[in-house]
């Protein structure tokens, strides 16, 4: 063994295959530790947020120039019930609750909510009175909170919901003529809503 260490072509072939020793060693190395992220950067996958649409809007306005927001319906007789539509239209893929709040003018009376198409009214709410300003003035409504509305993420996206909400003067409102004011415009029943995304 001595004497190849003092061969110099056996030292020049050692040197040369230590250098290629190592060599192929680094590149191992760094082919193994690297893969992973080489494989991230030439993948193709793409990502986007999950659809969580939600708008109301009117649906019985007599007014051409409605936007779906603001809603005129026309003239009504005092003693008479006024029906108001809006529709619900959700587009979720994920596990949402829904919570809409509608008020009502405190001149006037709630007679019913229902969701057209099913038989029975919606009577499972929580009432609350609130002041808002309308036009500079103060107004108090009675804020009606119903019961939240759950999609499962594996529902159907698109949904639509027709609401009608029925409401009629108060009595003190009205003579014994079934008169009232009837210059007067009334800002009387506004639909509003929050979606909360759950994660379970």
């Known amino acids: 063994m001595k004497g190849l ?9 050692l040197g040369k295959w230590l250098f290629m020793y190592v060599g192929i060693m680094i590149l191992l190395t760094t082919v193994i530790t690297y893969s992973k992220y080489v494989s991230k950067l030439m993948a193709t ?19 051409p120039t409605s ?25 979720l893929e994920v596990k949402t609750n829904l919570f809409l709040t509608i ?23 929580d009432t609350k009175s609130q002041s808002i300003y309308v036009d ?9 909170s119903l019961k939240a509305i759950t999609y499962q993420a594996e529902d159907e996206s698109k ?13 003190q409102a009205v003579d014994d003529y079934g008169n009232v004011d009837s210059n007067k415009n009334y800002d009387i029943v506004r639909v509003g809503y929050s979606a909360i995304q759950l994660n379970k």
């Open 5 to 13: 260490f003092h061969s110099k072509r056996f030292r020049k072939n």
């Open 45 to 63: 996958d793409s990502a986007r947020p999950a659809k969580f649409d939600v708008s109301v809007a009117a649906q019985n306005c007599t007014d």
């Open 67 to 91: 936007d779906g927001i603001h809603c005129n319906i026309g003239k009504n007789r005092a003693t008479k019930t006024i029906d108001y539509y809006f529709k619900l239209n959700t587009n």
């Open 103 to 125: 008020m009502v003018n405190q001149r006037f009376t709630l007679e019913k909510i229902e969701e057209v198409g099913k038989e029975e009214s919606i009577t499972d709410f």
């Open 136 to 144: 500079g003035n103060v107004e108090t409504y009675t804020v009606y």
């Open 159 to 171: 949904q639509e919901k027709l609401y009608k909400v029925t409401v009629k003067f108060k009595n």
